[in-house]
């Protein structure tokens, strides 16, 4: 069938017997009203701990949670400072604020979207935060990942590592959740590895931690009617539980669909005012997004032309956190050297999921060479 039109994201490309086996899942759940918790909770975090190779994985309900949780439990407190990347998505910074806690921004390098280690120097010193928040953009990595790693445990920086769009992203060959202090992710449907609904996890292999996170997921409890800390209700519910739990067995396929049409998109776009970006060559992507970069100029007819294809795009982010108009009340102090706005202006992402076809990644391509006359 002749393609004439591709979505951004479709989140409908499921492996045969997937539907089967979780609506069969969910009617003998139904029937033993295993709702929250249960068996299907713990077998799920058994599994993220093994593909991810953490010691702990907690389950909880979203992925903005698990960095509020994250936060916690390393403890951080009212009026803490943290650092936070200025090119990120907004619950970064949010989580920060809503465990009272002062966002500070800090720039990323205009060349890989992340943090470097010598503006990370520069911000530790020069705002002396509690804990700073890593996040790895895209599904890539900082190339200074292990240096700002060392350089934030020397220097008593609580480092927590924003991996909601990281699933299965690895440097040096290291699975990047399993290898920070503490990591997070989100299962949010669009994510790498989605739920069928909200839901999120934290990562670590510090026992102290993640006791912790346990009991801060289940509203402080250390017994049933014995609360130690002021906690959430961030449990993951059974029937997400059984959706990812399933969704794992397909992970390793899934994330090779992702990671080639990345690399099919380098190698069919070369040459062109569109520039198709990849990882650094440390970094082991997961294939989250198709990012390119354009001319800010150049950007808004490129849009038109996908427009005009039916072909779905994204501007993943448009704008840099501490230009949001809700930062503004809680901003506690940035690095600005313009690369988090640059990048928000010159970012484009093309089509990128599971299970994209060729003929697809095909149309798109020849769409956006037709587009620049090649
Ligand atoms: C999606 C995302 C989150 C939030 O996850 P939710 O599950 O939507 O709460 C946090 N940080 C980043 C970088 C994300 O992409």
Redesign the pocket.
């Known amino acids: 069938m002749s393609v004439n039109q591709v979505p951004f994201i479709t989140l409908n490309r499921f492996e045969a017997g997937f539907k089967e086996n979780f609506l069969g899942g969910v009617a003998t759940l139904f029937e033993k009203t295993q709702f929250v918790g249960g068996p299907v909770v713990g077998e799920l975090e058994a599994g993220l701990a093994a593909q991810t190779k953490s010691k702990y994985a907690i389950g909880c309900a979203?992925?903005?949670d698990a960095?509020q949780i994250a936060l916690r439990a390393v403890g951080v407190e009212k009026n803490d400072k943290v650092l936070v990347p200025d090119m990120?998505?907004w619950?970064?910074f949010e989580a920060v604020v809503n465990v009272g806690a002062n966002p500070v921004t800090i720039d990323v390098a205009r060349d890989t979207c992340h943090w470097d280690i010598e503006t990370f120097k520069k911000a530790v010193t020069e705002f002396k935060p509690k804990a700073a928040i890593m996040?790895h953009?895209y599904g890539w990595a900082s190339p200074d990942t292990m240096e700002i790693r060392k350089y934030a445990k020397d220097n008593n920086v609580l480092l927590i590592e924003?991996g909601?769009?990281c699933y299965g992203t690895e440097i040096n060959g290291e699975s990047i959740l399993g290898s920070a202090l503490i990591s997070t992710t989100?299962f949010?449907p669009a994510?790498v590895l989605g739920a069928s609904g909200?839901a999120?996890a934290i990562f670590t292999n510090d026992e102290e931690l993640s006791k912790t996170c346990r009991i801060l997921i289940n509203h402080g409890r250390t017994d049933h009617y014995s609360h130690g800390l002021i906690g959430w209700n961030s449990r993951i519910g059974a029937y997400e539980s059984l959706f990812l739990k399933l969704s794992l067995e397909h992970i390793e396929a899934r994330l090779e669909s992702r990671r080639n049409a990345v690399k099919y998109y380098a190698e069919a776009l070369q040459g062109l005012p569109f520039k198709p970006a990849q990882a650094d060559s440390k970094v082991k992507e997961n294939g989250y997004c198709a990012v390119g970069f354009i001319d800010p100029d150049l950007r808004p007819a490129l849009i038109e032309s996908l427009k005009k294809a039916n072909i779905g795009f994204g501007t993943i982010y448009p704008g840099a956190m501490s230009m949001q108009s809700g930062a503004k009340a809680h901003l506690a102090g940035k690095i600005d050297n313009g690369n988090a706005h640059y990048v928000s202006q010159s970012v484009l992402n093309l089509p990128c999921f599971a299970y994209i076809t060729k003929e697809e990644l095909e149309y798109v391509c020849k769409t956006v060479r037709a587009h620049f006359g090649k």
Do not use: M, P
Request: charge should be negative; glycine fraction near 12%; proline fraction near 0%.
């Open positions: 979203n992925g903005t960095i990120t998505f619950a970064t996040v953009l924003d909601a769009q989100s949010y994510k909200d999120g």
